[in-house]
T-cell receptor
């Protein structure tokens, strides 16, 4: 009964490198959400995906950031050419999707903490 | 811009006291208002949630009060315990947005023995 699994839990990158964060949703969940958490800033919505589709990316920076949720495999949040300001905790959440099973609750992983040197 | 405003930023309460955290929102299309609890190094976890058709919901020591006309809602923690020390986030979302949550900035609660 694994929950939402995120890896890596900690990632260190130098400026200009790429960061890839992975998220496996809970079993039976088809919706994935990515949030960024900065100290004193709370959780900022980035993107909402269903299998093979981006539903809402209104919180994603226009450049360097991308997300996908392929038919097979985990969701990936990719940050190209990282800068120091990208240092944050990135949380993934999942939900079962539409219908009666969806109560609105999002189930969060334990986060991936990115440090950019 | 912050769609959900939360206060206070931090709160210290003695054991056995009542902790109160307040939130306000602007978007009248929001129809789901959860509170999440987060411990250091962990992901947020749902504590309690309310929909606008009721004005209050209670689960154990946790109560949400909801004022639709004022567009405000609050979390009350009765008989606060040291184990309640955590960061609390209010949030709001629209059902037809797939429940993508808009979070407040969080309240760091410390319950002293």
């Amino acid at each position: 009964n694994a929950g939402v699994m995120q890896n890596p839990r900690h990632l260190v990158r130098r400026r200009g490198q790429e960061a890839r964060l992975r998220c496996s949703p809970m079993k039976g969940h088809s919706h994935v959400y990515w949030y960024r958490q900065l100290p004193e800033e709370g959780l900022k919505f980035m993107v909402y995906l269903q299998k093979e589709n981006i539903i809402d990316e209104s919180g994603m920076p226009k450049e360097r950031f991308s997300a996908e949720f392929p038919k097979e495999g985990p969701s990936i949040l990719r940050i190209q050419q990282v800068v120091r300001g990208d240092s944050a905790a990135y949380f993934c959440a999942s939900s079962p999707g539409g219908g009666r099973t969806n109560t609105g609750e999002l189930f969060f992983g334990e986060g991936s903490r990115l440090t950019v040197l | 811009q912050q769609q959900v405003k939360q206060s206070p930023q931090s709160l210290i309460v003695q054991k056995g006291g009542i902790s109160i955290i307040n939130c306000a929102y602007e978007n009248t299309a929001f129809d789901y208002f959860p509170w999440y609890q987060q411990f250091p190094g962990k992901g947020p976890a749902l504590l309690i949630a309310i929909r606008p058709d009721v004005s209050e919901k209670k689960e154990g020591r946790f109560t949400i009060s909801f004022n639709k006309s004022a567009k405000q809602f609050s979390l009350h923690i009765m008989d606060s315990q040291p184990g309640d020390s955590a960061t609390y986030f209010c949030a709001a979302s629209r059902t037809n947005s797939g429940y993508a949550l808009n979070f407040g900035k969080g309240t760091s609660l410390l319950v002293t023995p």
